[in-house]
């Protein structure tokens, strides 16, 4: 069984530039959380979709950061203008249903000068 | 909010030793606590988790226990070996939604 995909793995932009990754959580599973890790910190939660429905975007800074989940599968994260504290690992996870194992991608490391 | 303490940041054992990981919660209502192991550039993966109405968990060589009276948590890994080497993660949750996760321990074992 095929795990979380995202793209691309590794991204370096300069500051004001736009930039998008892409998420394909794991077939069938409903719940798709786009996290954002610094380097030498845990994940931090941007926003969790039931299905193509945004459940908590609380802490997604909306001013610049936009997510999508059209059809209910793969999702996509945007940021734009980037910023220089943008720089960090951005994390897609998926789980079958709320409660079940939280099963994350390998990441899509963002660099941005 | 809840905030997650990890402690150490840093952990460095002999081959063959027992590791120990300890994390602390804030939010009493938190009631499932994963640990989740990140190598490097790779993304976390769980490793064992634990729920609030159990005290202890074992999976092989890995072991979580819970005090919940105390608010905190511990990851134990007996007869570390090379490949056990990584950043390890703790996390809590009310709701099994929002997770928060501690900052990280990085455990080095020395063959």
């Known amino acids: 069984e095929a795990g979380v995909v995202q793209s691309p793995r590794y991204k370096i932009i300069e500051k004001k530039q736009p930039v998008a990754f892409w998420c394909n959580p794991i077939s069938g599973h409903n719940t798709l959380y786009w996290y954002r890790q610094n380097l030498g910190q845990g994940p931090e939660l941007l926003i969790r979709y039931e299905n193509e429905e945004a459940v908590d975007d609380s802490q997604l800074p909306k001013d610049r950061f936009s997510a999508e989940r059209l059809k209910g599968v793969d999702s996509t994260l945007k940021i734009q203008p980037a910023e220089l504290g943008d720089s960090a690992v951005y994390l897609c996870a998926s789980s079958l249903v709320p409660g079940n194992t939280i099963y994350f991608g390998e990441g899509s490391w963002l660099t941005v000068v | 909010g809840e905030n997650v303490e990890q402690h150490p940041s840093t952990l460095s054992v002999q081959e063959g030793d027992s590791a120990v990981i300890k994390c602390t919660y804030s939010?009493?209502?938190?009631?499932?606590f994963p640990w989740y192991k990140q190598e490097l550039g790779k993304g976390p993966q769980l490793i064992i988790d634990i729920r609030s109405n159990v005290g202890e968990k074992k999976d092989q060589r890995i072991a979580v226990t819970l005090n919940k009276t105390a608010k905190h948590f511990s990851l134990h890994i007996t007869e570390t070996q090379p490949e056990d080497s990584a950043v390890y993660f703790c996390?809590?949750?009310?709701?099994?939604?929002?997770?928060?996760f501690g900052s990280g321990t990085k455990l080095n074992v020395k063959p």
């Open positions: 939010d009493s209502a938190s009631n499932y």
């Open positions: 996390a809590a949750s009310r709701d099994f939604n929002k997770f928060y």
